[in-house]
Structures are given as C-alpha cells and as structure tokens.
C-alpha cells in the first residue's frame, strides 16, 4: 500500500540518502532471519507523514518526517528484485543522494546474489506479504516532528546529535537548499574523530 502512494515527497529539511552499506545490509539481514525462522510478520518501523496541503490549491503532498532512509532503501531492492506491476517509486532525489544511490544498489545487487541467489521471489515476495510498517499521517506539522523527536529518541536508531541537527535545520526555513545540504555535511564530517591522523588504514572514532 505504500508503494502506491503516488504524492509521498522528501520535503527540503530532510537530509540526503545517507545509509552506509552496514546500515543497508543490517535490513536485509534482519529480513532474511525473520523468513528463515517462519514469522509470518516482521516489523520493519514506523513512517510519519505529513499532510502537506497546500494554499490555494486542491494539491496534497504526503511530506516524510521520519522513515526515508530506510524507504529509498527498499524501493532500491524492490527496483532489483522485479516489482510487480502497478507498483513504482513516486519519490525524486536532489544530486547529493545520487552517490549514495548508486553504491547501494550495487551493494544490494552483490547481497542478493551472495545471499539469497535463485530464491529472489521468494524474499520479495515475503517483504510484500510479511512485512510492514505503522504509517502515521498527521495533519500539523509541529506534531508531526514531536512525533519524530519522540519516536527516535526512545530507539537506537539516532544519536542526540542526529536530533539536535535535525531541530536546527527545521529552523533554516529562509535558507536555500544547497545552504541546508552544506550545514548537514559540515555536521556529519564533524562527528567524525581521527585520532591517528597518521595512520592511513586506522579508522575514524564516529562521537
């Protein structure tokens, strides 16, 4: 049902797709576990939406507040394991979620075939009938990153600093988008902490 959704929108706040080939392979491994062991049902979260209606206009977007990583994630594995029809990503991303694109559908191209191999409609057929999400739709959007704030700041999925970054680019509403994306990798490059500069192959302390 998500699938069909045809006015689902990544507002301007959000930041680019960003998921690492851990965070992508940790969903496709969770997946795989619950369909091996027989559940019939498997919670991948929660997505909150916002009832975009716009002035002056009979128009609706459905805006993504919280959800967005991991839905591009499977509109790419649904692209590589064949949807069925009827079905087609309604979603469009701005140039700086392209590189992240492109080496997760590559990764998830090899995953598949190291992992699952002739047994595709099998997998996606399982994600399509076992698993699902709890779609909140709400209609202010004060609510809506209440919602957001509370929902991962109970989970694991988000550090403080996701948070608090998130709060302040909300509160660029007079600034450009490129201005946005800057501030957000400014941020993130931030969080990264090398301690053995010298040391090529020593990896980086993520605070």
Aim: charged share 30%; glycine share 4%; aromatic share 12%.
């Amino acid at each position: 049902n998500l699938l069909r959704v045809k006015n689902l929108y990544i507002p301007p706040y959000q930041r680019p797709y960003r998921w690492t080939e851990n965070n992508v392979r940790q969903l496709l491994e969770d997946v795989q576990q619950s369909m091996n062991a027989g559940k019939k049902n498997y919670r991948i979260g929660s997505v909150i939406l916002y009832n975009n209606k716009k002035e002056n206009t009979l128009d609706n977007t459905l805006d993504i507040v919280d959800g967005q990583q991991r839905l591009t994630t499977l509109f790419l594995l649904w692209k590589l394991c064949g949807v069925l029809e009827g079905y087609s990503c309604p979603l469009s991303f701005g140039s700086e979620s392209y590189e992240s694109l492109k080496n997760n559908y590559a990764f998830i191209k090899e995953w598949l075939e190291e992992n699952i191999g002739n047994d595709k409609k099998r997998y996606i057929t399982y994600i399509f009938d076992a698993c699902d999400f709890v779609k909140i739709v709400v209609d202010d959007l004060t609510e809506a990153f209440q919602m957001f704030d509370s929902q991962n700041g109970r989970g694991k999925d988000l550090e403080a600093y996701n948070l608090l970054k998130a709060y302040h680019i909300r509160a660029m509403e007079m600034e450009s988008r490129e201005e946005k994306i800057r501030c957000d990798k400014r941020w993130e490059e931030a969080t990264q902490y090398d301690p053995t500069s010298k040391i090529k192959v020593d990896p980086n302390i993520d605070i």
